[in-house]
């Protein structure tokens, strides 16, 4: 055991964190949290659009539909009328296939584990879900996933590369579900603890190998929260020690010791730590490359740099960004599209190269062109332990074959918290991710899913947005 401290599992905070999901009404939440969320799911659903044409997602959506069996959900785009466990398996993989959904600095990914799964119960809460009551269900879900890897430390995780890293998913698309489905503070507490017996997937395998698991994750995630909810429903019982409860509270056996429990209930229900650090993604790759991006393209702008006249660009990263640039043999020659979207030489060299990076950029064809394979051997990365901000300030020096040098560091890359994307922005982000859609999106189903997002809190049935997004 590597936390003391071990409790009865009817005291584990699992039950704290279950009762603010249970009890918070509207009126409890800022304004200024609810505007982050409002952005946080159009910003989800945008790339939702670009990711149910992306690789396996199709596919998926075609399974099932195969699969068949009550019509009680759409699967976004696509349109088959599915089981509602279907729809949200279908829903997550969409949600995450382009890797341009939020990030939140100690909590990982949230928006696209809770809200595929929350819109594909809406057919079966018995009833018309308001968009007051969905940005509650968001909210408190998104802070169980936040305070859930707070507390594991998975700052810790992302200089490790070990188990569980984003374990807190299926536990934030589960409490969100619930709440959506009128479970209880007790009905939560076991449905997220059913979620949280099925879900140990080592967050680092899934990246490792340049497979889709990265994104089918989400699935599974997805399926696991719905069902967890409707057996719950059904008086199936599961444990209720998700942290600290004796024997299995995973905050007792993780492989470290700087956890952190008290996060998980601190100022709960008044401090919102979803809202303390969740950032948009402006490029269609890992977080952990954004800031060397960002530079790279500052230098190339404000210098008018032609790419060929580049002799080295040198970087600093933090040890957490390491996943991103090793091992040197993967990540110097991706030679897949989800090599690509993780490895930061591929993307610096592109953001180089075109002065952008975004999912026309991430082909076989695109990956494999002589010119980006050139540019990445010249791109050398390094990892800086005086970088303690895991996802922002990398320094990027970009040297001339004439000897001039060049150097940026972005404070903050657009979407951060304090840099935020606007509405505006939002909708562009939407707009450009449209084109790799399964099915065309107009401009004006475009213009609507933005002023159904911008005005949530008044939306009467928030299946309009379902409808909107099924052509």
């Known amino acids: 055991m590597k936390h003391e401290n071990p409790v009865h599992p009817s005291l584990d905070p699992a039950g704290a964190l279950a009762r603010m999901v249970s009890d918070t009404r509207f009126e409890d939440i800022p304004a200024d949290v609810i505007d982050l969320a409002k952005r946080a799911i159009f910003d989800t659903l945008a790339v939702t659009v670009a990711g149910s044409g992306w690789e396996v997602s199709p596919a998926i959506a075609d399974l099932v539909g195969e699969w068949g069996?009550?019509?009680q959900a759409r699967v976004l785009m696509h349109g088959h009328r599915v089981p509602a466990p279907m729809a949200a398996f279908a829903n997550g993989v969409m949600a995450r296939a382009i890797d341009m959904g939020d990030v939140h600095e100690t909590g990982g990914h949230i928006t696209e584990w809770n809200v595929p799964a929350m819109l594909a119960v809406l057919g079966i809460a018995g009833r018309p879900v308001s968009g007051k009551d969905f940005l509650v269900a968001y909210v408190t879900g998104g802070e169980v996933g936040v305070r859930a890897s707070a507390a594991l430390n998975l700052v810790r995780y992302?200089?490790?590369?070990?188990?569980?890293?984003?374990?807190?998913?299926?536990?934030?698309a589960t409490a969100s579900v619930a709440r959506l489905m009128?479970?209880?503070?007790?009905?939560?507490?076991?449905?997220?603890?059913?979620?949280y017996t099925v879900h140990g997937m080592s967050e680092y395998n899934k990246y490792s190998e340049g497979t889709q698991m990265a994104r089918v994750q989400h699935s599974f995630a997805g399926d696991t929260a719905v069902k967890a909810v409707l057996l719950t429903q059904r008086g199936v019982t599961a444990p209720r020690g998700i942290f600290q409860g004796v024997p299995?509270?995973?905050?007792?056996?993780?492989?470290?010791?700087?956890?952190?429990?008290?996060?998980?209930?601190?100022?709960?229900?008044?401090?919102?730590?979803?809202?303390?650090?969740?950032?948009?993604?402006?490029?269609?790759?890992?977080?952990?490359?954004?800031?060397?991006?960002?530079?790279?393209i500052t230098i190339m702008r404000d210098n008018r740099i032609d790419h060929q006249d580049i002799?080295?660009?040198?970087?600093?990263?933090?040890?957490?960004?390491?996943?991103?640039?090793?091992?040197?043999?993967?990540?110097w020659n991706p030679r897949s599209?989800?090599?690509?979207?993780f490895s930061a030489p591929y993307t610096i060299a592109t953001a180089a190269i075109t002065g952008g990076f975004f999912l026309g950029d991430l082909s076989a064809a695109e990956v494999l062109r002589e010119d980006r394979q050139a540019m990445m051997r010249r791109v050398h990365i390094t990892s800086d332990p005086a970088l303690t901000d895991q996802f922002e300030g990398f320094p990027v020096r970009i040297t001339l074959k004439d000897g001039r040098a060049f150097e940026h560091v972005t404070p903050y890359v657009r979407g951060h918290t304090r840099n935020p994307m606007t509405w505006?922005?939002?909708?562009?982000?939407?707009?450009?991710?449209?084109?790799?859609?399964?099915?065309a999106l107009s401009p004006e189903r475009q213009a609507r899913l933005a002023d159904l997002c911008r005005n949530l809190e008044n939306l009467e049935d928030v299946g309009d947005i379902v409808e909107t997004m099924t052509p």
Not at 162 to 170: A, D, K, L, R, S
Not at 182 to 195: E, T
Not at 251 to 256: G, P, S, Y
């Open 69 to 71: 069996g009550a019509p």
């Open 158 to 172: 992302h200089t490790t590369w070990g188990m569980p890293g984003e374990w807190n998913g299926p536990l934030c």
């Open 424 to 439: 505006d922005d939002l909708a562009d982000k939407l707009r450009r991710c449209a084109p790799f859609g399964a099915v």
């Open 311 to 331: 002799e080295r660009i040198d970087c600093r990263g933090s040890e957490g960004s390491r996943m991103t640039f090793e091992p040197a043999l993967a990540k």
């Open 182 to 195: 009128g479970l209880d503070a007790d009905g939560i507490w076991n449905a997220m603890g059913m979620a």
């Open 248 to 296: 299995s509270g995973i905050l007792r056996h993780i492989a470290w010791d700087d956890v952190r429990p008290e996060l998980l209930t601190d100022g709960l229900g008044t401090r919102w730590q979803l809202a303390e650090g969740l950032s948009m993604k402006p490029y269609s790759a890992c977080k952990f490359t954004h800031s060397f991006i960002a530079s790279t």
């Open 337 to 341: 599209v989800p090599e690509a979207m």
